[in-house]
């Protein structure tokens, strides 16, 4: 079965058995990383559990840096498509905007939820230096997490294009299950730097 599209003068058939092949394989790996960000999470639950902020810091920071690498995978995949980004690093204009504006917005969205963490600690009764050390946890932990999202997102998108397959049945599933793990990593890391 094939499903057609047209994309400008050009009409795009996409093969159901070459979307099932590609996808399929990926899912069970993806599966494994996510279970590797549990289970960092369980084995750090004690210093995670001090502070419970930080435990409702997992989500957004997951799934920010998720999105993120997935809008910035799909506009790779429609460019690799399309042929006006090539799989290489250097010399392309379209690639390097493209990074430029995902760490730009990725800076924003993370500056912007650090400052709500801050709102939400300081409503629920933690001092101004405490609300500030918590914003600060999310902060650093979202602007460590933005090359993580850029440089897996690039790498997939480039290496599963000069391989044959079709970077938007790979690279979504793979950089989103890597920042799971990731997202959980960088606050760890964060809660270390901040020391609380």
Not at 3 to 16: A, E, F, K, N, P
Not at 138 to 166: E, N, Q
Request: hydrophobic content about 55%; aromatic content about 6%; glycine content about 8%.
């Amino acid at each position: 079965m094939q499903l057609c599209s047209w994309w400008g003068d050009h009409l795009v058939v996409y093969s159901v058995r070459k979307i099932v092949l590609e996808s399929y394989p990926v899912l069970p790996v993806c599966a494994i990383i996510s279970l590797l960000a549990g289970y960092l999470l369980n084995a750090n639950i004690e210093e995670i559990g001090k502070i419970p902020l930080v435990l409702v810091m997992v989500p957004p920071i997951n799934g920010i840096g998720g999105n993120i690498g997935s809008i910035l995978g799909a506009r790779l995949a429609s460019a690799l498509h399309m042929g006006t980004v090539e799989p290489r690093i250097r010399g392309q204009r379209v690639l390097s905007g493209n990074i430029k504006a995902t760490v730009l917005m990725s800076i924003g969205v993370f500056s912007i939820i650090s400052a709500a963490f801050f709102v939400i600690a300081y409503i629920r009764g933690a001092t101004p230096v405490d609300s500030i050390e918590l914003m600060s946890v999310f902060l650093i932990a979202g602007v460590m997490l933005v090359p993580i999202i850029v440089l897996s997102t690039v790498a997939l998108a480039f290496v599963s294009f000069a391989r044959g397959l079709d970077p938007d049945n790979v690279v979504i599933p793979i950089v989103t299950s890597i920042i799971d793990v990731s997202g959980v990593t960088c606050l760890l890391i964060a809660i270390k730097i901040i020391g609380l």
